[in-house]
């Protein structure tokens, strides 16, 4: 198992900034890739942003907005997210496509950070 620690969600206001961090823990062998997805109230878990190696993949709606990065010597992932917009209201959840010791490969998830964007 791979547990996955979240924090850094909170209410901002528009146009406001926060950085989400995620750190993933347990017999991680290797990773690779480490993600974030967010829920709004009754929509789909959609993607927002994704990072393997050196590569960075985001949702139109974010791009220019948000920055994904990951600490040199820690299994942490980090969301930089500026200009926020009532739209980015949502839980967000940390993924990590990693493998064990074991050498088995699955996905695992955090249990999710409410970010509330609001006047």
């Known amino acids: 198992q791979v547990p996955l620690v979240e924090s850094g969600g909170g209410l901002v206001q528009p146009g406001g900034s926060l950085r989400l961090s995620c750190e993933a823990f347990?017999?991680?062998?290797?990773?690779?890739?480490m993600g974030w997805y967010r829920q709004a109230p009754g929509k789909q878990r959609e993607l927002v942003a994704t990072i393997s190696g050196r590569t960075t993949n985001y949702a139109d709606s974010v791009k220019g907005r948000f920055t994904i990065s990951t600490h040199d010597r820690r299994n942490m992932v980090y969301l930089q997210m500026n200009e926020l917009k009532p739209e980015d209201t949502a839980v967000y959840f940390c993924?990590?496509?990693?493998?064990?010791?074991?050498?088995?490969?699955?996905?695992?998830w955090g249990q999710g950070t409410q970010v509330t964007v609001s006047s």
């Open positions: 347990g017999s991680i062998f290797s990773i690779n890739a």
């Open positions: 993924n990590v496509d990693a493998t064990t010791t074991d050498r088995r490969r699955n996905d695992y």
